[in-house]
Structures are given as C-alpha cells and as structure tokens.
C-alpha cells in the first residue's frame, strides 16, 4: 500500500518501521509458541513428580555411622539427617530468617523470580558485575534433589521448569517443608534438624534467633560459614541475616539487637580429633569388606574410647616441645584398641603411626635376637661385649664403654651394640632380615652390618605388630579395625574373623624373646615403663636422638610409642627410656586397669637337638655310645669304623682319645658342621668343673658400668 505525500505523490513505507514490525510479530509468535513449549514442559515434567511423600522418604547419599567397640557413636560421615519436621514444628524464627536471606518474595513468584532476574540483568548491563545467580528456594529445592551443581546455562533452564512444575503441584507449606529438611547446611547435616542438633546439640524445635539466624546463613557456603570450620566466619554471617530480617520487616531492631550471637553456644565436634587417625585409617577398608550399596550402614570399630583418651593424653603429655608423638595399641588377636597420629588432628592429620616412616634404633634388636634364640642361643648364655670391626664397620654403645662377658640377658637389657653386631656376623643379616618379614615388616630391610641397629625405616603400626607376635607366643597377629558392618537395619554386611593359625616361630624362641624384654623393663633401659605389674618391652633411640620409641606388653595389650620431628631433625634428650617409656607407662596403666595380671611364659622348652644329654640317659660309659646321622645310619668314631683306627688328621696305630660327647661333636655327626662357629658365644659343657655365674645386673658393682642409655 503506498502513501501520499502533500503534492499528491506516494512515498514508500518507511523501512526501519517495516524491520521493526516484523520483528514484534516474530518476537510475539515466538513468544506465543516458548509459552505454548513452557506449559507443556512444565505440564510433562509436573507429571513425572514423585509424590510428596515419596520427596520426605528419598535420601540425598549414603551415610555411615561409626561406632566404637562399645556402641558409643563416635562419628558420623556422609549425609546426616536429623528428624523430619512438618511445617507447622518448625520455628517461625527459622522459616522467617531462611525466606529473607533466601528468598524473600517466596510467597509471590510461582517458582522463579521475574522480578529478581530482571534486578540482575539490569545490575550487570550498567556495569555493576557479572551476572549473578538468583535461585529461589522452589529452584534450589529442585536441583538439591534432581540435578547436579554445574554451572551451565542449560541446568538453569532444566531447573526454572521444574521449580515451575514443583509450585503447580505443591503448596508453598510443602515446598518450603521439603527445602527446610533436605538443604544442606554443611559439616554433614541435611536439614535443620541435624544441623541444630549437630551445631547446637539439641533438636531444631528449640532454636532461638541467634541459632536460627546462624543456620540460615550456611546455605550460601556451607563449607565456609561451617561453625566446624570457622565459628568466627559463621558468627559474622549470622550477622548479615539478622540485619536482612530486620530490612524486610520480620524483625523489630530490638529483637535484631537481643540476638547475641556471641552467646551462642557450639556443640563440641565428635570425632575431629585423634578419633579421626583411627577412622581415617580403618574405614577407606570398606572398599575391600562390602560391596557397594548406597543404602545407609553402621561401621563397628575395635576402638575403645577409654584407652583412646589415654593414648592422647599420654603423646600431649610427654612429647618434647616442637616434635611429634603417635601410639598404637593392639589387643591380643590384632584389634587396635588406640592409635594416635599425632599430637593434635586438626593442627596436622598426617597419620604418622600408619603412614609415616622411622628409623627404630635398638628396637630393630628384637629380630635380631630373636634370630638368635632360634639359631640355638640362650638367654644365659656367655657373650663378649667388646670391640669389633665387620668390614670396616665399628659399632659403639652409647657412653663408649664396654662390659666384657656378660649373658645375653644382659647385653639384651642394657642394649649393647657390640653384642647385636657380633650376632649379626653369626646368624646373617638375611636371617635377621627373614625374621621382620615374618612379624610383619614391609618396608624395605637393608642387609648391611649395621641393619642390627635398626637402619631400616619402619611404620609403628607394623613393629607394634612384630612385638604382638611375640606376645602371642609366635603367632602371627593382624591388625585390625572393622569388626562388623550392618545396614541401618542390622542386616550384617560384613563379620571379622580372627586368624590365629599361622605360627611364626616355635615357643621357646618367643619365651626367650619374652624374657630378654622383661629384663630390659625391670633393670634395663626401659626401666620408666614399668607399671607395677609384669611389662616385658624394648626401647629404641636413633642416631642424635632423631627418633625414641618405646614397645611392649602386658596383659594382652601391645602398644608402641614413636616420638621425633617430621623434618628428622635431632630432638635434645629424646631417647626411648625417657619420654617415649613415661607415655607408654601413663597409657598402660588406664589400659590395663581392669585386667588381671598375667605373669609371662619364660620357661625355655628346648627342642631335642639343643638339649645337652643327660647322665641318666646311657647304661655305660658315654665314649661306647654309638652314635647315628639323621638317616639313622650308624656314625663310627674313626676310619672304617675299627676301634683304634685313627680319625681324620690323626696318626694312624696310634691310641686315640675319643671324642668327647658334646654340642659341637653332636653338630658335626648331624652335619651342622657347616655352620661357622661361634667365636663370641661360649657354651657351656656337660659337666663343667666350675663354671663363674654371668653377672647380675641388679649387682650394684656391676650395673654402674651396665646402665648408660642405648644409643646408635
């Protein structure tokens, strides 16, 4: 159609207008067909909703509620819910503080804010930022419980359709019901039951402004405004809401004023500190115990909270200044009762009796000694303590003196070095090496000479382990945590089974082993660990007192203490008959209070080829025994087996003395006479004349010149 202009002639229609008519039809039909596709999503979607109730019943993950050997609920991880609350039980304060920080025109929008869209659009085109979420309560309600947190334009819509949907078929009552039970609030709780009771140990029914305000800030950041993990941070933003509730009108200024959030008292995190070594340790162990389920379970655990509580004590107590401490404790079939990794979680939640790896000093002597007890040593025994050189090599004790011949009960309890280096050159270093694999040591185990003083790294968990296996008489302890799982409603997942069949060693090695260590703790180094009841054990002190340990046992429970820097640097006076004893003594005396007191089984029950014959055991004279091999073939006593006839190296027609009976004539008719002899180890004979007692280390002429701490 043309139009006229004033002298009669037509002028076409204006371009730009024609372009912005088409456009407003474009864009209203455009509209028309979005509003038609956003009914019928949000039609589709509303009729995919669960119902109500099925929204109350639906968990948010799995939950796992720890619990110690008693029951007592130690900790809880994963989501925790508290009590379902309706709408009409929960306080007015709390439904009041969420909705002003939250969503303050809730009661108006049908599930998505125009309004507040609008303000954001407006704020970020004149220049005032980013664009910035703005998710009512409806919309963070529907991605709490059907969508993911990514940040994507597409999730934004996904989420507007079903806020929409979930206004269409739910009242605001409900929605608002369902937000306030299923939000997370952070440190775990879902909901602001678990959350006042996590908080505020109490139920969610009593909160008071302060509280309520204080909940509802943690919505923006949970992990930020967390009273767990910053009570400063979470005061001030409780601030915030209670001046936003007094901006919308919900509260008076006077009301505002009354809250005193810095009276507001927390309740004591469970399980945040050395709890959290034991729990940190045992349950990644799920993985391998169950299957996956997402279904809630309970963990029972073989921590006992008494003993755990001593433990920490114990290592806060007695740790030098700047250094670190960690204690494990096993009962007698592997279950670890206590382990503290350190002196405080929260400060540093390195686990450093599980994870971290340590020289043990003279503690290593207990594989060396008990490689010796099992190659034919004998506690009493004659050994020298002197100087000696294995290939160019030279150990010293600590103080640079030496006793001379002394038992081996001796130099075990006052830890001589010579002595574990001259054993050491006897039975092998691999030997002592193959005895650790077999308590229990995983690390890596040097072969040098000076491995007999403990150069080796090891975990604390694993010498505990070592020292338990002795304990047990030679039998090979486990370490244990999990006891049993069960689903919430007891159904049981997984029940721990105790292996107590493997054998390590025979009993009279670990009944040697166990007499060594009651000495060390009687009249020894580890004199500080004494409790006043049987304590058989063994200190460790490395190199500039880098590392002091102190392991042992008594009455079923085997617990060792580790104490040094995280940086190896020396610690002054640390050495493992002083602090790392004391603490292992304040912890056994609380764990072992209600036990009976159990003597230790020392008694040595040879085997045959290391008992010495007896006089009662032949009908003649022992030179016309005949002797036989372990074949049972007859061994004569010289050449071709004619009385007389010289023996090897002997002069032929010539009367020859025979043999004497005893342990080395034994060895060679065996053949163990390709074994090197024991230079340093003097045996006794059948029937000496007079044979000089080892010294006593109670003498007191004697013990001066014994009792100097270990050392290297």
Do not use: C
């Not at 004033?6 to 039809?25: D, E, H, N, Q, T």
């Not at 109490?202 to 009273?227: C, F, M, N, Q």
Request: proline share 6%; aromatic share 8%.
């Amino acid at each position: 159609m043309a139009v006229k202009d004033k002298g009669g002639k037509s002028a076409p229609r204006s371009g730009a207008r024609l372009w912005f008519w088409r456009i407003v039809k474009i864009g209203a039909a455009t509209s028309v067909f979005a509003l038609i596709a956003l009914v019928v999503a949000v039609a589709t979607v509303m009729g995919s909703l669960p119902s109500f109730s099925d929204l109350k019943s639906s968990p948010n993950g799995q939950m796992i509620l720890v619990k110690a050997a008693d029951g007592t609920e130690i900790m809880q991880l994963g989501p925790s819910f508290g009590e379902w609350l309706d709408i009409d039980d929960i306080p007015q304060v709390m439904k009041d503080a969420m909705i002003s920080v939250e969503d303050r025109r809730f009661a108006y929008h049908p599930g998505v804010d125009a309004i507040g869209i609008g303000r954001a659009i407006f704020t970020t085109v004149s220049g005032g930022g980013r664009l910035r979420a703005t998710s009512t309560i409806t919309q963070q309600l529907a991605r709490n419980i059907f969508l993911s947190n990514s940040r994507s334009y597409t999730r934004k819509i996904r989420e507007g359709i079903l806020a929409l949907a979930l206004e269409q078929k739910f009242s605001k009552d409900q929605i608002l019901e369902l937000y306030l039970n299923k939000v997370y609030f952070g440190g775990g709780a879902y909901g602001v039951d678990s959350a006042s009771r996590k908080f505020f140990n109490h139920d969610a029914t009593t909160l008071s402004l302060a509280e309520a305000a204080i909940i509802a800030g943690l919505v923006k950041a949970p992990s930020r405004y967390s009273p767990t993990a910053d009570s400063e941070a979470a005061i001030g933003r409780a601030g915030v809401v209670l001046q936003v509730m007094q901006d919308v009108g919900t509260i008076t200024p006077a009301q505002a004023a009354e809250a005193d959030l810095e009276a507001v008292e927390f309740a004591p995190e469970k399980g945040q500190n050395s709890v959290r070594y034991f729990t940190d340790w045992a349950l990644p162990q799920l993985d391998t115990l169950i299957e996956d389920n997402d279904e809630p379970i309970v963990v029972w655990t073989t921590l006992d909270l008494n003993m755990q509580r001593a433990g920490t004590n114990a290592i806060q107590a007695y740790v030098p200044g700047g250094a670190q401490g960690a204690l494990v404790a096993l009962d007698r079939d592997g279950a670890v009762r206590a382990m503290v990794g350190g002196t405080d979680y929260v400060t540093s939640n390195y686990n450093r009796a599980t994870s971290a790896l340590r020289q043990p000093g003279s503690a290593w002597k207990l594989f060396v000694y008990m490689a010796a007890l099992e190659a034919g040593y004998k506690p009493e025994d004659i050994v020298t303590d002197a100087p000696i050189t294995i290939g160019g090599w030279t150990p010293r004790n600590s103080g640079g003196s030496y006793a001379g011949d002394i038992s081996l009960r001796t130099a075990f309890a006052y830890s001589k070095n010579t002595v574990a280096a001259r054993i050491g050159e006897d039975v092998g270093t691999s030997t002592i090496a193959n005895m650790a694999r077999r308590f229990g040591i995983t690390t890596p185990i040097t072969t040098l000479p000076s491995m007999v003083l403990g150069s080796s790294e090891v975990r604390v968990i694993d010498m505990v382990r070592a020292f338990a296996g002795v304990s047990s008489g030679g039998v090979a302890i486990a370490p244990y945590g999990i006891t049993k799982v069960t689903t919430s409603k007891g159904e049981i997942l997984y029940q721990h089974e105790a292996d107590l069949s493997q054998v390590l060693v025979p009993p009279y090695v670990t009944a040697g082993m166990t007499d060594l260590l009651q000495t060390a703790v009687n009249v020894g180094t580890g004199r500080a660990a004494q409790i006043g009841r049987p304590v058989a054990g063994k200190t460790g002190t490395t190199n500039s007192n880098k590392d002091g340990w102190f392991l042992g046992f008594s009455s079923g429970i085997t617990t060792g203490v580790w104490m040094g820097r995280d940086d190896a640097r020396p610690v002054g006076g640390l050495q493992g008959g002083t602090a790392p004893a004391r603490a292992f003594a304040a912890f056994m005396k609380v764990a072992v209070a209600k036990r009976k007191v159990e003597p230790f089984e020392t008694e040595l029950k040879l085997p045959e080829w290391q008992l010495e014959p007896d006089d009662e055991a032949y009908f003649g004279s022992p030179d016309d025994v005949i002797f036989i091999d372990e074949n049972g073939n007859p061994v004569g006593q010289g050449e071709g087996d004619i009385p007389g006839a010289a023996p090897p190296g002997g002069i032929p027609g010539e009367p020859q003395q025979p043999e004497r009976l005893d342990e080395n004539f034994i060895d060679r008719a065996l053949g163990r006479d390709t074994q090197p002899q024991r230079p340093q180890v003097r045996q006794a004979e059948p029937r000496p004349p007079v044979r000089r007692p080892p010294p006593n280390p109670q003498d007191d002429r004697v013990a001066p010149r014994l009792r100097e701490e270990e050392g290297q």
